[in-house]
């Protein structure tokens, strides 16, 4: 019997590595700040008091979570299916350009129509940029890791091309300041294909909110594909597939279930999610696309997917908890003048990363000896 | 026009434009050739950027740079080796967080130690070869041989010793075949007596040493600086160019000229062809995709890459 609870004391440690992982971070964290001159437990203190000690400070952070749970999401469930969609960078771009370019082409739709139109469009251009490394897969057994890293920079190229192509006209103060674009840009999107701040809801609701907060109802439309997310793949045929294949193609194959359609369709799926990054990033927060190289939010949802243990809730609260932390990073810069840069929370996030798969690999062998000497 | 375009100047800027990526995809063919995926190569090029900046501006030495760049690559050569190899987590992961982690902490450490983050270099490499004569000077054909081939940072002189070496050691050398073995069929090549282990180990820092090196050259010989994020992307089209060089060295070294020179014709081209720029700069990503789903020629990655070893099966 002693064994026994032993044997559930690991299976406990299993669950809560993320956990240990970030207590480790910060760990490095304080370190790093120590040795900087500087004082851990006041930078701590600015941080988290600030991101999540008031309302402004969650609005910021949810702000920031949103695209991450979109991304997080996109590499979970390509995950349950066994596969690593690494392309979560391009399939958000392409899907977001899209969504740019509805939003400013079709000015005339009202927002009943123009919203939903410039979400499935989001959508729908993350799961076509999906589905080439889902087909390839499927059909000659390229590794989708090599192909969607390849198709990330086809994209940045691709929008980059469109974005001159569409470049919005210049201001009047433009032209009589006699400069150009800095950074290619389209023109607007239209009003009515606008979300909402959460600002709006919280003054119907007569809750005091700071109206220059941009979190936006994006964040809503994150919460629902978790749901989503959990639904298709715990409660319908296709998720039941979806995962029959991430655990054990052949079984999966003997037992009467393709893979190949199962590996397309978790691809497709999982960059439909990446594509909604624009409702966040366009028609909640800049209302155009501006070409920047890589903003990270596709690789940080692998940190975050890892942290959240592929399941839809951990990615939700793993985007949450990058949100306190990517603001309260920010925050921190402010208050000390630059002496930490904002930059170590990327160092924190590697680390957090890093222990996770490390502590993850531990905790299973350790469960598996365990086994072996039951 | 075309003679405009295609003269010496040109090709010695595709060969300057070529090194980084020959030499990180060289580390890449290292690392996948004994099992190991290396996507962290993007920031260990970034990290050996910055490195080899930063030592060279303390030291005034910029060979002294180069080192510190090439020690830094090992350093998270070997982080990388210890989370894939010894704690056998997963590669992709650990490359992927290597990659967040030097986009940190090159940006973290340029604020520290030089309060921005475009660093400009203080101190130039010399330049090896012949002097190069005046224009009109004895014949344009010798001083156009120069200009390609003999008028070039030490680097790259370096560089085409380091493959000369690198298809040596890989195809001639016992040390080469376990290497080989090791990636393909580590089972068997265990039997055998050869440490996984320590030819991994050995691999995969071998290829942060080359990517480190990658980025000296990116940041002290091409562009005088180093700025946040400059790596922008080598290491993955480095990564294109072991595969459509099928993970040999030689091959790899062609498909990095390949793409430097479609690099070198891009910025050539700005403004001049009816062919946008960026449908230039997909091509080295496009040959990737292609080369692994064609069904001649096809490029078959090594059996036993992305898998961690295990001693005793079941």
């Known amino acids: 019997m002693k064994i026994n609870k032993k044997f559930d004391y690991f299976v406990i440690l299993e669950k809560i590595t993320p956990l240990i992982a970030v207590i480790f971070a910060l760990l490095v964290g304080a370190i790093v700040i120590m040795l900087i001159g500087e004082d851990p437990v006041f930078v701590y203190k600015t941080l988290f008091s600030n991101a999540i000690g008031n309302r402004d400070g969650w609005g910021n952070v949810l702000f920031r979570a949103t695209p991450l749970i979109f991304t997080g999401l996109t590499v979970a469930f390509a995950f349950r299916c066994g596969l690593f969609n690494i392309g979560g960078e391009g399939q958000m771009y392409i899907g977001t350009f899209l969504a740019t370019w509805v939003g400013f082409t079709f000015t005339n739709l009202p927002a009943f129509i123009l919203i939903p139109l410039c979400i499935l469009t989001a959508a729908a251009g993350g799961a076509l940029w999906a589905a080439v490394p889902g087909i390839l897969k499927a059909k000659t057994g390229v590794h989708e890791v090599i192909v969607t890293i390849m198709m990330n920079w086809i994209a940045a190229s691709l929008t980059f091309f469109l974005v001159l192509k569409f470049k919005a006209p210049p201001t009047e103060a433009m032209i009589e300041a006699g400069v150009k674009q800095m950074i290619p840009h389209t023109s607007e999107i239209a009003q009515a294909a606008r979300l909402p701040r959460l600002y709006s809801i919280f003054k119907f609701l007569n809750i005091d909110f700071p109206a220059y907060n941009q979190v936006n109802v994006s964040f809503f439309i994150a919460i629902g594909v978790a749901i989503l997310a959990y639904y298709i793949l715990w409660k319908t045929n296709l998720g039941y597939e979806i995962r029959a294949v991430g655990y054990s193609p052949l079984a999966a194959e003997y037992g009467g279930i393709s893979v190949a359609k199962n590996i397309i369709l978790a691809m497709v799926i999982s960059g439909a999610f990446a594509g909604l990054v624009g409702t966040n990033e366009i028609m909640g927060f800049k209302y155009r696309w501006r070409q920047e190289l890589f903003t990270g939010l596709g690789f940080n949802g692998i940190a975050v997917a890892l942290l959240g243990k592929n399941h839809p809730l951990g990615v939700v609260l793993a985007a949450i908890l990058f949100g306190i932390l990517n603001y309260g990073g920010a925050i921190v810069n402010i208050y000390t003048a630059g002496r930490i840069p904002r930059e170590l929370i990327m160092v924190l996030q590697a680390v957090i990363v890093i222990f996770v798969v490390i502590s993850d690999e531990v905790v299973k062998r350790l469960i598996r000896q365990r086994r072996k000497i039951l | ?314």
Request: charged share 10%.
């Open chain 2, 1 to 314: 026009m075309f003679g405009d375009i295609f003269n010496a100047q040109f090709v010695a800027s595709s060969i300057r434009v070529a090194i980084p990526l020959a030499l990180a995809g060289l580390g890449g063919v290292f690392s996948e050739r004994s099992g190991v995926i290396n996507i962290g190569l993007e920031g260990m090029i970034l990290s050996g950027a910055f490195a080899a900046v930063a030592v060279t501006n303390f030291t005034q030495n910029p060979w002294a740079g180069v080192l510190g760049a090439i020690l830094v690559g090992i350093l998270l050569g070997l982080i990388h080796a210890i989370t894939c190899i010894t704690f056998k987590a997963n590669q992709i992961v650990s490359g992927v967080a290597i990659n967040l982690f030097s986009s940190g902490i090159t940006v973290f450490f340029s604020w520290l130690l030089f309060g921005e983050t475009q660093i400009m270099v203080k101190s130039n490499l010399p330049i090896w070869g012949l002097p190069l004569p005046d224009i009109g000077e004895g014949s344009t054909f010798v001083r156009n041989i120069i200009v390609m081939f003999a008028h070039h940072s030490p680097l790259v002189y370096l560089t085409i010793v380091i493959f000369i070496l690198a298809h040596l050691i890989i195809y001639k050398t016992p040390f080469g075949l376990r290497l080989r073995s090791v990636g393909e069929y580590p089972q068997a090549a265990d039997t055998m007596g050869v440490n996984i282990i320590k030819m991994r180990y050995i691999a995969v820092m071998t290829s942060g040493a080359l990517a480190g090196l990658a980025g000296s050259f990116l940041s002290l010989e091409q562009a005088h600086f180093f700025v946040k994020e400059m790596s922008g992307g080598r290491g993955f089209i480095a990564l294109a160019a072991m595969i459509f060089g099928k993970w040999t060295p030689l091959g790899t070294a062609g498909a990095a000229l390949l793409f430097g020179f479609g690099e070198a014709l891009a910025m050539r081209l700005q403004g001049v062809l009816a062919i946008p720029v960026q449908f230039i700069h997909m091509v080295p990503y496009l040959l990737a995709i292609f080369v692994l789903v064609s069904a001649i020629g096809r490029a078959t990655p090594m059996a036993a890459v992305g898998i961690p070893y295990e001693k005793e099966i079941g």
